[in-house]
């Protein structure tokens, strides 16, 4: 049979990227600060969001959103330090796209916000390929994790724009080897910012708040209350 | 495992193209995949099998070029492989390279239809 050929040129995600734009644009509108976090599951997200949120409630209006297969145990341990927070269920997804966080979004008032945290389900794969129209990515490596992570899963941190060390707390008991994993993170990742922190016994915790708080000023100067 | 997910974006999107040119039956789609997409081309390819079933694209080939990783080296001022996707410097001259020029495609580029 005889064939044509028809140029197109479509980006397989493109309702997605559109989607995510269109976020972005409510979020910069709205003055509130979007930072969503990815990581393997088991790597500290919900312990780092939740003392995170604690901390920057003092003084902002802070939000969540968390996204799991299943079960909504972790909206419930975020809860103790914000009454905003939405479980995003997936069933059988292994990552949040920008619909998903648009119809958690559903009834909150954004300009009552400062800062929107979104937690994306633990996976170090299928995240990397979807914008969710957030300001910046944290991807989170724990120090009971191989050093050579970044390596093994070089395009999730390649999208993400800082990366955290998580329990920090446990390096020693891990034999973590801090200097191998920084070098792992700059070979797949140039230039990367890395905090070190433990939720646990709060270290590295107020430079991520006032890194995130210098941050929202500068994407969000004009904001009024 | 996000490559059903893709796939089935795919199907959308290929549909809506072939839709705009009154609906021809669609012989092939070709696709450009960056090796830095984060899409595992093995899993799209029988991923994509799966998702065409019961559709206008049941039988459909998918025909993917890979797209290397180039990034721009500062140091060369120039565009240049990449020494490794786990290395992002310059493979000429090792220079450590943030930025990406290249290798995060995942794009549809052209359909072959029936004539």
């Known amino acids: 049979m005889n064939t044509r050929l028809v140029e197109v040129r479509q980006k397989v995600l493109k309702q997605n990227d559109l989607l995510a734009r269109a976020l972005r644009e409510q979020f910069q509108d709205a003055g509130v600060y979007v930072t969503s976090l990815v990581s393997s599951p088991g790597s500290g997200k919900t312990t780092f969001l939740e003392k995170l949120l604690g901390r920057l409630a003092v003084e902002n209006r802070v939000a969540a959103l968390v996204g799991d297969l299943a079960t909504d145990n972790d909206a419930a341990r975020l809860a103790r330090a914000t009454s905003q927070v939405r479980q995003i269920t997936t069933g059988t997804i292994c990552h949040l796209d920008a619909q998903m966080v648009q119809n958690a979004l559903n009834g909150w008032n954004l300009n009552d916000l400062d800062f929107l945290f979104i937690e994306n389900v633990g996976n170090l794969v299928c995240p990397s390929s979807y914008d969710l129209g957030e300001d910046m990515r944290l991807v989170l490596l724990s120090a009971t994790e191989g050093e050579d992570k970044p390596l093994k899963y070089p395009t999730i941190f390649n999208t993400a724009d800082i990366a955290i060390i998580t329990k920090m707390d446990m390096a020693e008991a891990a034999e973590f080897n801090l200097e191998e994993a920084r070098r792992s993170i700059q070979s797949v990742r140039p230039g990367m910012q890395v905090f070190e922190v433990s939720a646990k016994t709060g270290r590295g915790m107020d430079e991520v708040v006032d890194f995130l708080t210098s941050k929202r000023s500068s994407a969000r100067p004009v904001s009024i209350r | ?115």
């Open chain 2, 1 to 115: 495992m996000h490559e059903l997910s893709i796939a089935l974006s795919m199907i959308e999107g290929v549909l809506e193209e072939s839709e705009k040119r009154g609906g021809m039956k669609v012989e092939a789609v070709h696709l450009r995949l960056g090796v830095f997409s984060g899409v595992d081309q093995q899993a799209l390819d029988f991923s994509y099998g799966l998702a065409c079933e019961g559709t206008q694209l049941e039988g459909s080939q998918l025909v993917i070029e890979k797209v290397p990783l180039l990034i721009y080296c500062p140091f060369c001022a120039t565009e240049r492989a990449a020494q490794s996707e786990q290395q992002l410097c310059c493979s000429i001259c090792s220079t450590p390279a943030a930025s990406i020029v290249q290798g995060q495609e995942l794009e549809i580029t052209a359909l072959e239809i029936a004539a």
